[in-house]
């Protein structure tokens, strides 16, 4: 099949907004609220002529609710599944607890993985992508979801990590 890349991260950093820019439609479900998507979701991508699987998951929470739970394992089984790893995080609120928690599981992922330094809607929030460096994952990719800003950069990379 396709190579699969994995979309993970707390809720409400903009994963399910970062699939809709790659796929060009809402096709995830993107709600005000957090943590809505609760469901993996797997669609097509094609960028530079290379087709993928991306794969949306419902966010990463590794403690609290039975749903939580359930949310959290079909994280882990995406990770597990996948050919490279998307670890979105908000750079407007920075590397939370949570963030370093799933940050210190991906680093000893096989698949490569790429951090996206998201809400970066212009230049002036540019500066707040060098906090993550402390996930230890390498230089994020800053992206605007929202607004398309640097998605074409990070699919770049995307396609040169399958
Ligand atoms: P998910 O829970 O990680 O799937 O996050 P969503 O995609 O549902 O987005 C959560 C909220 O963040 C929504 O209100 C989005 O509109 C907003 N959001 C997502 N990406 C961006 C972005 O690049 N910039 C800004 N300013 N807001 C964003
Ligand atoms: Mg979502």
Do not use: M, Y
Request: proline fraction near 4%; hydrophobic fraction near 40%; charge should be negative.
């Amino acid at each position: 099949g396709l190579p699969v890349v994995a979309i993970v991260g707390r809720p409400n950093v903009g994963k399910s907004t970062l699939v809709n820019r790659i796929i060009g439609r809402r096709e995830a479900i993107v709600e005000e609220r957090p943590g809505v998507t609760r469901d993996r979701k797997e669609v097509e991508a094609e960028w530079n002529g290379r087709a993928f699987t991306l794969v949306d998951t419902g966010g990463w929470l590794a403690r609290g609710s039975e749903l939580d739970e359930k949310v959290s394992r079909q994280s882990e089984q995406a990770i597990a599944s996948a050919d490279a790893i998307l670890l979105v995080v908000d750079a407007t609120t920075g590397a939370t607890e949570d963030d370093d928690r799933v940050a210190r599981i991906l680093r000893g992922a096989t698949a490569p993985v790429l951090v996206v330094a998201n809400k970066v809607d212009g230049e002036s929030r540019e500066h707040l992508v060098w906090d993550l460096l402390r996930l230890g994952l390498g230089d994020p990719h800053p992206v605007s979801a929202l607004h398309g800003r640097g998605t074409g950069d990070l699919l770049d990379a995307v396609v040169d990590a399958l």
